[in-house]
């Protein structure tokens, strides 16, 4: 017969921001794991306990139930341990409990370890409070009661997930600068081969002499455009269109401002105490970056354009 193998550790990538209705629904999630670990931790010890009865009739029930719980089971535990920015730590039975704490009023949570384990089962969720803040998830051992919980474990954390183009950011924000600098020495190139548009000028106004024909009034101005051009000197009066130039230098400080804002990218926090405030704050920056970086690229281009088109008809 075959059997499926299933993951027992599943991890999903920062930053996560993670509001106090989420919190709770995770303590639902891990509050009806709970129950059936015990509902299962039960059943096997009552199980046992019968064999044991059965192997030593000598002895009473009230002994061996007594020696069965000293010598062979641990307590369970269910815990949560929230870390806060600061380096606190508070330790409670789940999430409703800690927000109600005065303490993490004044404290900004960005990671927690929350642990339940029985003899039979153990579930873990984490967020480190490092750079990286990993969330992972993890049961053991292999069997249906894990499987169902890992799978709603799995639709919580997907649930908190940000989107994919903020985890890219988070990811590949450290090599923005590396970027900015290579773009900045791309940009200087066209800049620095300077466009010679006033020989562009002298180039049209001596294909209109050529075109109407040369007489003795055009013989000035003609030797006069040819030396010009010749020797390559700028006609004195005569002004070069700078837009290029400007559409270039407007593109450096777009980037600039870009690399600025992804030089910072959030982090995780969890919506209680101090944290909820830096929710909301992160979700409107968010909502503004989102706006603000499609229309910083494409602007330059459209600037771009809008000159060309203006070029062509003078």
């Not at 369970?76 to 929230?82: A, G, W, Y």
């Not at 548009?197 to 050529?210: D, P, R, V, W």
């Not at 804002?261 to 992160?282: A, C, D, Q």
């Amino acid at each position: 017969m075959n059997k499926v193998i299933y993951p027992d550790r599943i991890a999903f990538n920062p930053p996560f921001l993670i509001n106090e209705k989420s919190l709770i629904e995770l303590d639902n999630i891990v509050e009806e794991g709970w129950k059936q670990y015990l509902a299962i931790q039960d059943e096997n010890f009552k199980n046992e306990l019968e064999e044991q009865v059965k192997k030593y009739p000598s002895l009473t029930k009230e002994k061996l139930e007594s020696d069965l719980h000293r010598n062979y089971r641990y307590q369970p535990k269910k815990v949560i341990e929230i870390i806060f920015k600061s380096g606190n730590k508070l330790r409670s039975n789940s999430f409703q409990e800690a927000v109600k704490e005065p303490f993490a009023k004044n404290e900004i949570p960005i990671g927690f370890n929350y642990n339940i384990e029985t003899y039979f089962n153990k579930m873990r969720i984490s967020i480190s409070e490092d750079k990286d803040s990993q969330l992972d998830v993890s049961v053991t051992p292999d069997n249906p009661t894990n499987i169902d919980v890992l799978y709603k474990l799995r639709q919580w954390s997907e649930s908190i997930q940000s989107n994919r183009w903020i985890r890219i950011w988070r990811e590949y924000s450290i090599f923005i600068w590396g970027v900015f600098a290579i773009f900045i020495l791309l940009s200087t190139i066209p800049l620095s081969v300077k466009t010679d548009t006033y020989q562009e000028t002298l180039t049209k106004q001596a294909s209109e002499i050529l075109k109407n024909g040369i007489d003795s009034s055009k013989i000035n101005k003609s030797l006069e455009l040819l030396l010009y051009n010749n020797y390559k000197i700028k006609p004195p009066g005569l002004k070069e269109d700078s837009s290029n130039n400007f559409i270039w230098y407007l593109t450096d400080l777009i980037f600039l401002i870009i690399a600025i804002i992804v030089s910072f990218p959030p982090r995780t926090y969890l919506g209680f105490g101090k944290g909820f405030n830096k929710i909301k704050y992160w979700r409107i920056w968010l909502k503004i970056i989102s706006i603000y970086i499609p229309v910083s690229i494409v602007l330059p281009i459209v600037l771009n354009i809008i000159s060309n088109i203006l070029l062509i008809r003078t």
